[in-house]
């Protein structure tokens, strides 16, 4: 078996079957899928069909241009969910600024009613509050110096 039919020591089997079978279907390995079916079950350890290789290629070639297909597509989709969120966040920061705002509002009446509780309950306790007794303050009279300078 030629040394570029073998698989690479860092290869995953799935990328090797993938090498040979496209490789032979791009003209590039001048074999028969007979024979792609040997080398594939000499280096894979299996007894498959050359059938069976060539339809498992098949079936992961079209998966494949699909998944191309979905990414050229997808490129599209996110720049529409990028605007759909940027969409969402605007409408929750109308709804945000709403809020700040009601609750403003809420905060400023409430001040004013803790307030207005506060005054009445202060007044009701007036009366139980003892007065304290005042002496009459007699003024002296003191000598003041003065530094000049």
Known sequence: MEIQYKRMTDEAIEDYIWRVCSNKEGGKYNLTWEEVGNILNSECDEEYTSSRWRKNYQNEKRGYERAILKNMNSDVAIGELKIAKMELEMERKKKQTDSVFYNRILREHSREEMLK????????????????????????????KYLIY
């Open 117 to 144: 509780e506060k005054v009445v309950e202060a007044l009701k306790n007036a009366d139980k509050i003892p007065l304290p007794n005042f002496s009459v303050l007699t003024q002296t009279k003191q000598k003041v």
